[in-house]
Nanobody
């Protein structure tokens, strides 16, 4: 069992930056693929980025590639999402997820956090 708690969301102007954190409880954090998804009301939860257990492989959605960076610190059981050059269309609730396979499909992830809100003003 893994429990995930996100933090770091907030209100920022377009062009600004935020860093999201996701702290995981439980053992064997480094064996889990970790991912970030986001969701706006009325829409499907969409893939943002994922990182392998040791951090050697990452994937990004086309909409965030070059602006967002995912990383992890296995000693701290934490995964991060550095978001730069934020745009109003990045406004969403951001969710951390843990799973066993490096995939863009949300169905591949077994554990989810409660989410943190990111709002980007124009």
């Amino acid at each position: 069992q893994v429990q995930l708690v996100e933090s770091g969301g907030g209100l920022v102007q377009a062009g600004g930056s935020l860093r999201l954190s996701c702290a995981a409880s439980g053992r064997a954090f480094s064996t889990y693929t970790m991912a970030w998804f986001r969701q706006v009301p009325g829409k499907e939860r969409e893939f943002v980025s994922t990182i392998s257990g040791r951090g050697s492989t990452t994937l990004y959605a086309d909409s965030v590639r070059g602006r967002f960076t995912i990383s992890r610190d296995n000693a701290k059981n934490t995964v991060y999402l550095q978001m730069n050059n934020l745009k109003p269309e990045d406004t969403a609730s951001y969710y951390c997820a843990a799973g066993g396979i490096l995939m863009r499909d949300k169905g591949s992830y077994d554990y989810w956090g409660q989410g943190t809100q990111v709002t980007v003003s124009a």
